[in-house]
C-alpha cells in the first residue's frame, strides 16, 4: 500500500489552456473524492465517486471543472480554459467505506500564468 | 450548509507547554466532527473524529478534543507539546447523512512549537 499518488506534483500553464491531473487511490478504497485548497484556506469539497460513479458534482466551481473515473480506479480532474483563479492545490482523497477516513494524496499544485 | 471556524490563523507555543486550538462550527443538521493534520511536505491525515457517544476523543499522539454541542465548539487540546506537533491543523464537519465524505473544513490554524 504506496498511498494515494497524485500527479504531477506541480503544473504550470499559460491562461486558457486545458490541464488534466490524475490521482491514483489506494488500491481497495472504492471511494474517491476531490478537494480544491488556496494559500491560507482549508480543502473545498469539489466532488467524489463510489466505483466508477460520480455521486456528488454540484460543488464543481464551473463547467470548466469535470472529473472522471471510468473503471472505478484512477481518477483525472480537467480544468478546461483556465483562468489565474483557478491556481490553486488539487487535493485527491480516498477511503474505503461511508463513514471511513479519509486519506488525502499530497496534493498537484497548480499555477496559471 | 455547514461552516467551520478557526478563530487563530497562527498559535505559537513553547516546548512542553499547553495549547488549545479553537473550532466551532454553525450547522443545520447533526454533524460527525473531525480534526486532521498537515505536516510540512506531507498529506493531509486524520487525527480524531468524534461520531457518537462520549464527547471526549483522544488521538494516539496525546491530543484530544471535546465536542460542545451548545457552544457548537470541537477544541483541540493537548497539555504538553513537542517541536514535532508543529503543523497545520484543521477542524472539519460532515452532516450526518454522508459520515465523513463531503467534509467542509475551516480555515486551519498553524501550531508552532518554539523549543
Known amino acids: 500500500d504506496t498511498g494515494v499518488s497524485q500527479n504531477p506534483r506541480h503544473k504550470i500553464t499559460k491562461r486558457g489552456q486545458n490541464v488534466t491531473f490524475r490521482c491514483d487511490p489506494i488500491s481497495e478504497h472504492n471511494r474517491l473524492y476531490w478537494y480544491r485548497q488556496t494559500l491560507g484556506q482549508g480543502p473545498e469539497f469539489l466532488t467524489y465517486?463510489?466505483?466508477?460513479?460520480?455521486?456528488?458534482k454540484s460543488r464543481l466551481l464551473s463547467d470548466r471543472f469535470s472529473a472522471e473515473r471510468p473503471k472505478g480506479s484512477f481518477s483525472t480532474l480537467e480544468i478546461q480554459r483556465t483562468e489565474q483563479g483557478d491556481s490553486a492545490m488539487y487535493l485527491c482523497?480516498?477511503?474505503?467505506?461511508?463513514?471511513?477516513?479519509?486519506?488525502f494524496g499530497s496534493g498537484t499544485q497548480l499555477s496559471v500564468l | 450548509a455547514q461552516s467551520v471556524t478557526q478563530l487563530d490563523s497562527q498559535v505559537p507555543v513553547f516546548e512542553e507547554a499547553p495549547v488549545e486550538l479553537r473550532c466551532n462550527y454553525s450547522?443545520?443538521?447533526?454533524?460527525?466532527l473531525f480534526w486532521y493534520v498537515q505536516y510540512p511536505n506531507q498529506g493531509l491525515q486524520l487525527l480524531l473524529k468524534?461520531?457518537?457517544?462520549?464527547?471526549l476523543v483522544e488521538s494516539i499522539n496525546g491530543f484530544e478534543a471535546e465536542f460542545n454541542k451548545s457552544q457548537t465548539s470541537f477544541h483541540l487540546r493537548k497539555p504538553s507539546v513537542h517541536i514535532s506537533d508543529t503543523a497545520e491543523y484543521f477542524c472539519?464537519?460532515?452532516?450526518?447523512?454522508?459520515?465523513?465524505?463531503?467534509?467542509?473544513f475551516g480555515g486551519g490554524t498553524r501550531l508552532m512549537v518554539k523549543p
Open positions: 482523497a480516498s477511503s474505503l467505506e461511508l463513514g471511513e477516513k479519509l486519506f
Open positions: 450547522s443545520s443538521v447533526s454533524v460527525y
Open positions: 465517486f463510489q466505483n466508477e460513479a460520480q455521486l456528488e
Open positions: 468524534y461520531l457518537s457517544g462520549s464527547t
Open positions: 472539519a464537519v460532515s452532516p450526518y447523512n454522508n459520515a465523513g465524505n463531503m467534509l467542509t
